[in-house]
């Protein structure tokens, strides 16, 4: 099939030619920028946002919104530290075993998110708003405020082995996009999202059982927010209730940059990858090309902006929220 | 009495149940002076709370209030020494025309409220910075005695705060139920489209509700450097989500149309009083912020009117 220069197709790929004109922007002003190293640098640093984003891109297709990732990511990151070193401290030695575990942790703490948001009939908001509070509050509850050190060379390795030039964690990073392509695309699970984020009264009308999808996106999201804080703990070294601090902001502008709409049924994994590659490579271009900190944040907030705008097909969108 | 009549008046009996409860436990947080005190100390969060509630009763929200109110810290101290008193209105000003900005990106440009909130906070983050190159600022305490001592002291019993927060509660409460603005709003809220096919130029007056936070949000940030003599670009951090679940829990859902700023008042006080429990009833502080979390959890289960809600998304 011949792509054509249409309105439609510029405007889908819009995000990725975005990314594209950044990539050429700084690269433009400081060549240093597309080394290798630098490159690994930003891939590394992008990998626990991209978790979260994944994991919270599920939500909002299904046109809820989930604020819990800063408060899931730090408890799961606080009881994986924990786990960790109860297990033996060394992945050699059945500590192994605080991986499995900590996914189902996530996944029940996505679960409990969605249950307060399907059961008590709060909206996704204010319930995963409220749950981060609870995450947060556990992981200083259980650790008292303290920081948990790892310093397991084979879990380490996530961070220090390199392959091509990029940590290991970036690899199985993109795995794990691969992974949520295929949960998106070739599962009724998917596919339900879409339904319900296109019109939840449609698909209830249709056969979607709602409850169970809505639950069932909020328990996956939860997963990948488990996976997020390994990767930060990896990338860290430790652990502590403000491991997953900024996330949740990062995640979501991504998210959004990539081109996923907040009302639902429009975007998807592919969008949040570009997204939060974009998000990163202003934030790492910035740092490259010298600019003075002060400006960073207003910068990144004015070519969020402009992302948004380049993206946003306006003939479609009849208003904004 | 149906259980849909309670409905609306469920946040202050909300309200009025905890305030009981601990008062139960200590009869000390009962006495009016407390009360009084306590509900000074919230007034920079409620007038915050105040403005978001109209960039939620649209549907959209403002996340720019914490970051507005940090900036308008340092503005204040810096200028205050030049401008005296007119340095109100140019805080004023800016925090209307950065929330015009932010009203103009949602609803000209088509960028989510959420979206174009967060970046113009992330603007007032960088000018705060550059303006205070990154120090703590001090306000000369002779000159903010004379110019806005007015706003901290206290008359007999009653700290003045709250009478700068009941006439900024009385402006809100006209402009939403006695002006054409406020009309608009509320037909925006419950149905978008519907007020654009009657007419209504509904841009317009989006961006003034995001203005209106803005100013708000300004107000908020003049009275916290006033109480604290003093400003800095992160000074005002940990404003954001209290205000934002005042408001929630007070009643205005973020679907939009419901609620407002009498609303906000109480869900502000809610807000207050759970912290305050946490004294007194000696929770520990590690766990307060979990067991925020699950009290809020039900307060909100227990306040929003699900009513008006077709789907809960």
Known sequence: MKMKLTRENVIRWAPALVLLGLVVLFTAINPAFLSQRNLARIAL??????????????????????????????????????????????LGAGAWLAIPAILLCGAFFGWLTGMVHVRLQIPSFMAS?????????????????????I????FRALLTWRILGFPLMVHIAVLLVLLAWFIQNHTTLGRNFYAVGGGEELAHASGVNVRRVRLAGFALAGVFYAIAAIFQVARLGQAESVTGANLMFIAITSVVVGGVALWGGIGGVLNAVV??????????????????????????????????????DRRLVSFAK | MTMQRIKPHLPWITLLVLTAMVGVVDPNFLRPAN???????????FIMALGLTFAIYIGGIDLSVQSMANMITVIASIYLASLG??????????????????GFLTTRLCVPSFISTLAVGGVCFSIAQWLSGNRALNMDAEQRNAVFGWMIGHTGIVPNELFLAAALLALCLFIERRTILGRVLKAVGAGEPAAKASGIDVGRYKMLAFAISGALAAIAGLLFSVKLSGGAPTIANGFLLPAIVAVLV????LTGGVGGVLNTLIGTLIVAVIRASMLYLGVEAT???????????????????????????
């Open chain 2, 85 to 102: 008193a007119w340095v109100a209105v140019l805080c004023i000003a800016a925090g209307f025309g950065l929330g015009m900005v932010s």
């Open chain 2, 35 to 45: 009360l009084l005190s306590l509900a000074g100390d919230i007034v920079p969060l």
């Open chain 1, 129 to 149: 708003l409220a749950m981060g509070f609870v995450g947060t509050g556990a992981a200083v509850l259980v650790t008292g405020g303290d920081i948990v050190r």
């Open chain 2, 250 to 253: 007070g009643g205005t859902p």
């Open chain 1, 45 to 90: 640093a992008a990998t626990p946002p991209m978790m979260v984003a994944l994991g919270v891109t599920f939500i909002i297709v299904m046109g809820s919104i989930d604020l819990s990732m800063e408060g899931a990511v730090s408890l799961c990151a606080v009881l994986f530290c924990l786990l960790f070193l109860k297990l033996g401290g060394s």
């Open chain 2, 287 to 313: 766990q307060q912020q979990m067991l925020f979390g699950l009290v809020l959890i039900g307060a909100i289960a227990l306040t929003i009117d699900r009513s008006k809600l077709r789907t809960v998304k």
């Open chain 1, 275 to 312: 997204g939060v590659l974009i998000v990163n490579v202003i934030g790492n271009g910035m740092v490259v090309i010298g600019l003075p900190n002060y400006l960073q944040d207003g910068l990144l907030g004015v070519l969020v902006i402009v992302a948004v705008v380049l993206s946003t």
């Open chain 1, 151 to 154: 310093d397991d060379d084979v």
